[in-house]
């Protein structure tokens, strides 16, 4: 059974931080690329940030390079997105999932979780 549990999300002001965790099993999670994507209401969803199983390459979508920082503790099977200086339009439901990527795009591969809701008031 696979299965994705993400925490962290909340209500913040412009330019505060969160730390979203998602935490897995059922999965052989050190092995595989994984990644946050994010849905506001209305809109296409989006990738955020990846990062390969070892951790060797990242990616970042513009909006957020130099604001989020995606690691993981392949020890305790959980992915992490550090997020400072949040704006407004970072309010979304962010979920995590396994990936293909490069450094430049990434692509989920499952949709898993019920999601974290991440609401940056201005």
């Known amino acids: 059974q696979v299965q994705a549990v993400e925490s962290g999300g909340g209500l913040v002001q412009a330019g505060g931080s969160l730390r979203l965790s998602c935490t897995v099993s059922?999965?052989?999670?050190?092995?595989?690329?994984m990644g946050w994507f994010r849905q506001a209401p209305g809109k296409e969803r989006e990738g955020v940030s990846c990062?390969?199983?070892?951790?060797?390459?990242?990616y970042y979508s513009d909006s957020v390079k130099g604001r989020f920082t995606i690691s993981r503790d392949n020890a305790k099977n959980t992915l992490n997105l550090e997020m400072n200086s949040l704006k407004p339009e970072d309010t979304a439901m962010y979920y995590c999932?396994?990936?293909?990527?490069?450094?430049?795009?990434?692509?989920?591969?499952?949709?898993w979780g019920q999601g974290t809701q991440v609401t940056v008031s201005s």
């Open positions: 990062i390969t199983g070892l951790g060797d390459t990242t």
């Open positions: 999932s396994a990936v293909t990527m490069s450094s430049l795009s990434c692509r989920e591969v499952n949709y």
């Open positions: 059922g999965m052989p999670f050190r092995v595989l690329n």
